[in-house]
């Protein structure tokens, strides 16, 4: 029994560590070194309301740096990410379960995508409810180091979403 219960500690506090989130800056998703990322830039003046109008349905911008050098050591990790959802797919319950993560309201819609290491492609089984898109969020989850295509843009990092909470400051 003495030798048991040691073990069994150790195992406990094995799990506990492995279910740590780690929360993450965007920033942290840049290596070291890398060439920072232009600004983004608006797409249309805002100024020109017929021009803005003309401009949703006109061709999508295209995305700064679309390979962008990635950290490999987040690969795995279960992370804790804010940021602003760009739906790809929605149930039929009207839930967004599969989205482009990025740090900035209006990215891949009004200005053209930042880099690829600035952008998470999302899936989630139950999805979420969004009202409006400029609602922030935090995600959870196992982040991958791994490109993904969308016909928005190239995402850097893949992450199964298991947690979607409203961002509220604190």
Not at 39 to 66: F, I, M, Y
Not at 92 to 99: A, I, L, M, P
Request: aromatic content about 6%; hydrophobic content about 45%; some cysteine.
């Amino acid at each position: 029994m003495r030798r048991v219960l040691p073990a069994l500690l150790l195992c406990l506090l094995s799990t506990a560590a492995a279910a740590e989130v780690r929360e993450l800056r965007w920033s942290e998703l840049v290596p070291a070194g890398a060439p920072p990322a232009p600004a983004p830039t608006p797409l249309h003046d805002l100024s020109q309301l017929a021009d803005v109008l003309a401009a949703e349905n006109g061709p999508a911008a295209a995305q700064q740096l679309p390979d962008a050098p990635v950290v490999h050591e987040l690969d795995g990790l279960e992370v804790r990410l804010p940021g602003y959802i760009v739906p790809l797919e929605t149930s039929e319950e009207g839930r967004v379960v599969e989205f482009l993560l990025v740090p900035y309201f209006g990215a891949c819609i009004h200005v053209p995508p930042p880099p690829s290491n600035q952008i998470v492609h999302a899936v989630s089984e139950l999805g979420v409810k969004m009202e409006q898109l400029y609602q922030p969020f935090w995600v959870e989850g196992p982040l991958r180091v791994e490109p993904a295509s969308s016909e928005l843009a190239e995402a850097g990092y893949r992450m199964q979403a298991q947690r979607i909470l409203t961002y509220e400051l604190p």
